[in-house]
Each structure stands twice: as structure tokens, then as C-alpha cells.
């Protein structure tokens, strides 16, 4: 079983419902469990303008290979409504893997660990909250 931070994210609608039925959702996905779970943090939209942001952070354990837990996330994302209209567009939902183990990912579909951490300071806020000792 592997250490996985997943990053949450809603601007549209209802942003707590639509984060916590997320949170339903993937504990729900075969062969992993929410360990941890952050607050929810309001934030302002990092490039693009539109209403502000809700955002999480959970700890999971999974089995999963990174791929394939982020054709999971996708599958969520979709079933609670996401629609993918333009980079940084607002959104219903957003689930970004944001740390897997100590693994670093560079493919066409997926990087870890997440560039964001480095350039946004809620999410090191939110890591720190679930992983205080993260380095």
C-alpha cells in the first residue's frame, strides 16, 4: 500500500457538498482508504477569474498505481459533474494527486509530485495540516 495526498478543489455550486461528496467517492475506490482528511480552506483562483475556491487535502493508502488512481479521480470528477471546458476554467470539482509515496512521476498524463505545491501557498498549508513533519 502506497501514501497518496490527493488536493480538492471546488468553485462552483455548492463547494462543501461537492468536496465531501468527492471524499465519499474516493473512499469508495477498490483497494484504497482515506486515512486522513484536512479542513477546507477558501481561496482565490490561482489564473484564471471566478469565485472563489474551497479546498482539501486527504491521505489515502492504496494499491493502486498512480494512473491508474488518476483514472479513478477522473471518473469521479465526471460523475460529479465536471466539465472540462478550458485550462483554469471554474469548476465543479478538481482532484490532483498531489504526493504518491516518495515517487517522482514526469508522463504525458500525470506529475508528481503536483508542480502546484511549489507556487501556491494553501496547498503547503493544507499538506502541512494532514503531514506536519512533511519535508
Known sequence: MTDVLI???SNLGDRWKNLT??????NTIENTKIVKKTSFL?????????PDYLN????????????????RLREIEAK??????????PRLIDLDILL?????????????PHPGIKTR????????EIEPNLK
Do not use: M
Not at 482539501?56 to 483514472?71: A, F, H, M, Q, Y
Not at 460529479?80 to 476554467?89: D, V, W
Open 21 to 26: 461528496r468527492a471524499i465519499r467517492e474516493i
Open 121 to 128: 501557498d494553501f496547498i503547503k498549508k493544507l499538506l502541512l
Open 80 to 89: 460529479l459533474g465536471r466539465k472540462h471546458t478550458f485550462k483554469n476554467a
Open 56 to 71: 482539501g487535502v486527504v491521505k489515502i493508502t492504496t494499491s493502486l498505481g498512480p494512473e491508474e488512481l488518476l483514472d
Open 42 to 50: 477558501k481561496t482565490k483562483p490561482h489564473r484564471a477569474p471566478g
Open 7 to 9: 488536493g480538492l478543489g
Open 100 to 112: 504518491y509515496g516518495n515517487q517522482k512521476i514526469k508522463t504525458n498524463k500525470l506529475t508528481v
